[in-house]
T-cell receptor
Framework: GAGVSQSPSNKVTEKGKDVELRCDPI?????LYWYRQSLGQGLEFLIY????????KSGLPSDRFSAERTGGSVSTLTIQRTQQEDSAVYLC????????????FGPGTRLTVT | AQKITQTQPGMFVQEKEAVTLDCTYD???????LFWYKQPSSGEMIFLIY??????QNATEGRYSLNFQKARKSANLVISASQLGDSAMYFC??????????FGTGTSLTVIP
């Protein structure tokens, strides 16, 4: 079946503009994660959705970052008033609702803020 | 404290040799899971292997095996018979009862022909 998809694959934006990044998880995967990976670095957890529960937003770096998940499927990560330090690859992953929640990753969105 | 520590930023291995990538973890949970992912230069994250905290046998998947030493909180990845296509970043990760994943900073592996 289809894997996790993300769009756009690349996004260049000017400092101060808002951006929206989209993630389509694998059908049937109730858990969805967003991560940020800066150049040459590991993965930084941003936010986690599990079914209809309230999301775990503990990793969001500032109130400029928000995410929603509509209908338990597609998720959108929004970054308002982008800054140059927001430049990174944003990875989305989804997993089945059963332990150990093995994650299937999308190809990522490379965000460049100029 | 870091949940996952990968102390080797870069490793080199001769083609066809075996290599061990180190990973130590920190959790007070009794139930947890350990993962290794590969990230080639293309950027995709590829699942390699999983070890549950209650699994008594070390996990194996083809040329990959996980050397799980629970008392030492160590979950090293062993790649046997290295191939040029194994050159990539390798990330160790843990999931604990909070259902959140924590990733290490990664090890860059270069396979030399």
């Amino acid at each position: 079946g289809a894997g996790v998809s993300q769009s756009p694959s690349n996004k260049v934006t000017e400092k101060g503009k808002d951006v929206e990044l989209r993630c389509d998880p694998i059908s049937g995967h109730t858990a969805l994660y967003w991560y940020r990976q800066s150049l040459g670095q590991g993965l930084e957890f941003l936010i986690y959705f599990q079914g209809n529960s309230a999301p775990d937003k503990s990793g969001l770096p500032s109130d400029r970052f928000s995410a929603e998940r509509t209908g338990g499927s597609v998720s959108t990560l929004t970054i308002q008033r982008t800054q140059q330090e927001d430049s990174a690859v944003y990875l989305c992953a989804s997993s089945l609702p059963d332990w150990p929640y093995e994650q299937y990753f999308g190809p990522g969105t490379r965000l460049t803020v100029t | 404290a870091q949940k996952i520590t990968q102390t080797q930023p870069g490793m080199f291995v001769q083609e066809k040799e075996a290599v061990t990538l180190d990973c130590t973890y920190d959790t007070s949970d009794q139930s947890y899971g350990l993962f290794w992912y590969k990230q080639p230069s293309s950027g995709e994250m590829i699942f390699l292997i999983y070890q549950g905290s209650y699994d008594e046998q070390n996990a194996t998947e083809g040329r990959y095996s996980l050397n799980f030493q629970k008392a030492r909180k160590s979950a090293n990845l062993v790649i046997s018979a290295s191939q040029l296509g194994d050159s990539a970043m390798y990330f160790c990760a843990i999931i604990d009862t909070g259902n959140q994943f924590y990733f290490g900073t990664g090890t860059s592996l270069t396979v030399i022909p």
